[in-house]
């Protein structure tokens, strides 16, 4: 992340999560972002040093299902949703690399 | 200046379950697109994942396998970015605690470090046409396993080898059926050159689009020859990604994107941890099969084999297991390996004959009932139609004749008939007596024993 000492690259954020901002609100962003990491910045005066990461909030672990195949759903309702379809595929806009 | 490779690998291995990483829909190759396919695998929001016992089972199976240490608590996290195949914008992967760390792959005289073995979820087929693409959703969330390698590779051909003895282990445990062609075994290369005695790495370039493990042995050895060619000009590498074109045998550069991927990984909160128990690990650590490297030695020392039998005949688990079934009927192991290296690789999946029927055809030969000539054809017949061997003998009435004075009254008679020959073969031309021995098998309908044939006839000329 380019994003140091509480400066927040809109742009940046923005591209990755692929949205399209005009100036106005990029500036206006940015001052909104800018406020919510500088408070939550206070987390750092927290001394975590001796705390344990935490991967999960609830303390539950190992939940497995059995491998066991059941049927799907029909096609006709999985490619209605689809904006376009052909050779029962989701077909949208050519992706480049 | 000489110069050295230095080759890392990761291989994606699909593994072998009934059912998706994270849903119930089936995995199976080759289906119709998008029937295997329900809301979690289609990234719907608002849908729960939950895990596949039997895919992280194998994953810590084969994390044994490789020698690796098991991780007791790992976890799972969301690798974000955009691209149609993963339709809710990001793979569930594992980033910091992957299920297993370290460990090798064993190739002839030397150990290739493994970095990390970590599972994750398969991503959609897309399939590009001129001005769209289409996208097929029936491979997505099929259990994934990625194993990373150190970067211990220093030649084309080490790579290859620790492709195959990879292929050799995942295939053995049952954990993966690793066919290429379906996409079963994927791999990605990661290829530097250095001068010879340089410590640091080059720049790294990453090669993608291998598709078969000899795509992948033509791509790095050409991969290879371009980075040296490059460094002798003086040039410098810079990181980058090049697609192999298997086609034109080069590689070339992707189109690289404006921005580095950042994939932003951060734990996924719809999937609890995994705590691997000691009990648990037990019952999967019973499960570990005999390795190859140890199947062979094995082979060589329990069967008197020579290294190269014990080798073709270990490269497939299922040979393996049918040469030792037949092997433990007979007296003569390397007589089975023979037959089957010669005659049943290759149409192996065609194979009629239960392994004790081939220890009984191999007991035939040996006990001087049939000659090795007539075992092909009841080796043929066997194949074609299960029978048993000594069934197969006797209704062809295929004996071999080893009475000696039936022979003798045959050998006489071809000397005999052929002055020459035996003229031939007293003025010491020692070849002339083949001529002889054939005469006595036609003679005898290809019955007679042929040694015997060719003690009897010696006997006589001398005489």
Known sequence: MPEDKGQFDVAYVAHLARLQLTDAEMTQFSSQLQNILSYVTKLNELDVSNVEPTAHAVPLTNVLRKDEARPSIDRERVLANAPETARDLFIMPKIVE | ?463
């Open chain 2, 1 to 463: 200046m000489e110069y050295e490779a230095v080759i890392g690998l990761e291989v994606h291995v699909q593994l072998k379950t009934q059912s998706k990483m994270f849903c119930g829909c089936a995995t199976a190759f080759g289906a119709e697109p998008n029937t295997l396919v329900c809301p979690v695998c289609l990234g719907y929001p608002g849908v729960l994942p939950v895990m596949n016992e039997e895919a992280v089972r194998k994953t810590i199976l084969s994390g044994l396998m490789l020698g690796c240490e098991i991780a007791r608590f790992s976890k799972w996290d969301r690798k974000n970015y955009f691209y149609p195949d993963m339709p809710k914008n990001y793979q569930i992967s594992q980033y910091d605690l992957p299920l297993c760390i370290g460990g090798a792959v064993a190739i002839p005289g030397k150990k290739l470090g493994i970095t990390r073995i970590h599972l994750e979820e398969d991503v959609a087929k897309s399939f590009h046409y001129e001005t769209t693409s289409g996208v097929d959703f029936n491979r997505a969330g099929t259990p994934l396993m990625e194993i990373v390698s150190e970067p211990d590779m220093r030649t084309t051909e080490e790579a290859f080898a620790y492709l195959t003895a990879l292929k050799e282990v995942l295939i053995g445990g049952g954990v993966s059926d690793c066919d290429m062609e379906k996409g079963q075994l994927r791999c990605d290369a990661n290829v530097s050159v250095r001068p010879v005695g340089q410590k640091a790495f080059g720049e790294k370039i990453e090669i993608k689009n291998m598709n078969s493990i000899s795509g992948v042995r033509r791509a790095l050895a050409y991969e290879i020859q371009r980075q040296i060619a490059a460094a002798k000009r003086g040039e410098k590498m810079v990181q980058e990604t090049r697609r192999w074109d298997d086609e034109a045998g080069v590689t070339s550069v992707m189109r690289t994107k404006e921005h580095a991927h950042d994939y932003r990984y951060f734990p996924e909160p719809d999937l609890m941890p995994v705590v691997v128990s000691e009990a648990w690990l037990a019952e999967i650590r019973s499960a570990v099969p005999e390795l190859p490297e140890a199947k062979r030695k094995r082979f060589v020392e329990q069967y008197g084999l020579p290294e190269y039998d014990a080798e073709v005949l270990v490269a497939d688990a299922a040979v393996a297991a049918y040469y030792e079934q037949a092997a433990a009927g007979s007296k003569n192991p390397k007589a089975i390996s023979n037959w089957v290296m010669t005659e049943l690789l290759g149409k192996f999946a065609d194979n009629k004959i239960a392994p004790l029927q081939l220890a009984e055809l191999v007991a035939a030969i040996d006990g001087g009932q049939i000659s090795g000539k007539m075992a092909k054809d009841v080796f043929a017949e066997m194949f074609a139609t299960g029978k048993g061997a000594t069934v197969i003998i006797k209704e062809k009435g295929l004996v071999q004749v080893s009475d000696a004075g039936a022979l003798e009254v045959l050998a006489e008679q071809a000397i005999a008939a052929n002055p020459k020959s035996v003229a031939d073969y007293r003025a010491g031309n020692a070849s002339a007596i083949n001529f002889l021995k054939g005469q006595v098998m036609k003679l005898s309908k290809g019955k007679a024993n042929p040694q015997l044939v060719g003690e009897i006839l010696a006997r006589k000329l001398q005489a």
